[in-house]
């Protein structure tokens, strides 16, 4: 089983605890971890992701693909401040990764699992370039903004089981930097974007429980794009890849119903009583302005937004 990630040196720590948990919970399978990364994650960071992992579990290799920002940056389009140049690492996979790789399955470093992967990892995608679970909201702006039919559908990024052979053969990465070239007034989601306008019709939707997103758990089901009941409510209660999509596990105001999952899986790597991910979080410039505004409000006596969750 192939497992693919990105990220840069201030995302390690999750990326480290989401490997964690597919170990503890795929302990009959062989894993093969690739980690891109670029110039930012050290020497000791890799180390310690080396220990965590490969040495500590048997069934498991890690290998780093070392990237260079300066050959990405001449594609970025980046609206959000959120959003690191790492998303674009997934578009170049074909030309990253080893050509005797033709399939693997990509997780996103904000999830955590909790089931075993081997129905995802055997399910036949031989006929389309990827397997995804469908966005979590429904909204037309996604349609209209990138001017293709709703009919096509919207998935969501953090979680794709990838082609490589497809992706090879029609020379995606190629297809997919034309795309950002020519449309970047369209691009809110940078990668997402792309990958959904031109995989819409080589794409195989997968079940829910495999990319249970954070707006799957709020009260008001208009969020959750799936005509099957049953199915939703399934993988909200009994998640097999829970993906923290807007507020973070380790940021102070996260209510996220499975936020103490996260620790739990982390409480069983080194970084147990690491803090690094919460006290950043609470120094961001970001963080700092949102609740500068949240005061102003509440002193203006305006009513400041709330997330509701169902309880699980």
């Known amino acids: 089983m192939n497992i693919l990630t990105c990220t840069d040196s201030r995302f390690v720590i999750p990326t480290g605890v989401m490997f964690s948990s597919i170990c503890i919970n ?5 894993l093969n971890f690739h980690l891109i990364i670029d110039g930012s994650v050290t020497e000791s960071q890799k180390e310690a992701l080396r220990e965590e992992i490969e040495k500590k579990y048997s069934n498991t ?3 780093f ?12 389009i980046v609206k959000r401040a959120c959003f690191p140049v790492s998303i674009y690492y997934r578009l170049l996979l074909e030309n990253i990764l080893p050509s005797n790789i033709d399939k693997i399955l990509y997780l996103d470093g904000d999830i955590v699992v909790r089931h075993n992967l081997k129905d995802l990892w055997q399910t036949d995608i ?15 702006s996604f349609w209209n903004r990138l001017g293709y039919p709703k009919e096509k559908g919207y998935f969501n990024s953090g979680v794709l089981l990838i082609n490589l052979k497809y992706w090879r053969e029609h020379n995606l990465s190629l297809q997919y930097i034309k795309y950002i070239k020519e449309n970047p007034d369209k691009l809110s989601y940078p990668d997402q974007d792309v990958l959904n306008v031109v995989l819409q019709d080589y794409k195989k939707l997968l079940p829910e429980r495999y990319n249970v997103q954070e707006a799957f758990y709020r009260i008001g089901r208009e969020c959750v794009p799936c005509e099957n009941t049953d199915e939703i409510e399934k993988a909200i209660y009994d998640p097999c890849i829970i993906h923290y999509t807007d507020v973070k596990p380790w940021h102070f105001e996260c209510k996220h119903p499975f936020r103490k999952v996260y620790y739990e899986y982390r409480s069983r790597t080194r970084w147990k009583s690491n803090y690094e991910m919460e006290i950043s979080h609470i120094f961001n410039k970001s963080t700092i302005l949102i609740h500068i505004r949240r005061i102003i409000r509440k002193m203006l006596h305006k009513k400041v937004k709330q997330r509701n969750y169902r309880k699980i």
Request: net charge negative; proline share 0%.
């Open 26 to 30: 795929n302990q009959d399978e062989k």
């Open 61 to 63: 290799t890690l290998s």
């Open 65 to 76: 693909y070392l990237i260079q920002i300066d050959d990405i940056k001449k594609y970025l």
């Open 126 to 140: 031989a006929d389309y370039a990827v397997g995804a679970v469908v966005n979590q909201t429904n909204s037309s």
